[in-house]
């Protein structure tokens, strides 16, 4: 009698509701959190510097605007080049 309950008792802690499965699922799931986070946070200090240097950083915000928008200086000549390959006769 000792021993079925002793057997029931292991089966339910490996298979059982809240037993070493349901651990073992939440510890892998716990892991994907952790590493979800840190990527997140990464992401978050990126775009905590790059506000910074669009709130304090005239040069940077100078050439993203060259950049992003193609402006230019009034005295400044620019020159676009396409992209395309001709060929050759």
Do not use: C, W
Request: hydrophobic residues 40%; without cysteine; positive net charge.
């Amino acid at each position: 009698m000792l021993g079925a309950i002793l057997l029931a008792l292991t089966v339910n802690f490996l298979i059982g509701r809240e037993g070493m499965r349901d651990f073992l699922k939440l510890a892998a799931f716990e892991r994907s959190l952790n590493a979800e986070n840190l990527r997140l946070s990464a992401a978050n200090a990126a775009l905590q510097t790059q506000s910074n240097r669009l709130r304090n950083d005239d040069a940077y915000v100078q050439a993203l605007i060259r950049t992003e928008l193609g402006y230019s200086r009034p005295d400044e000549i620019t020159y676009r080049f396409s992209s395309e390959t001709h060929p050759r006769n």
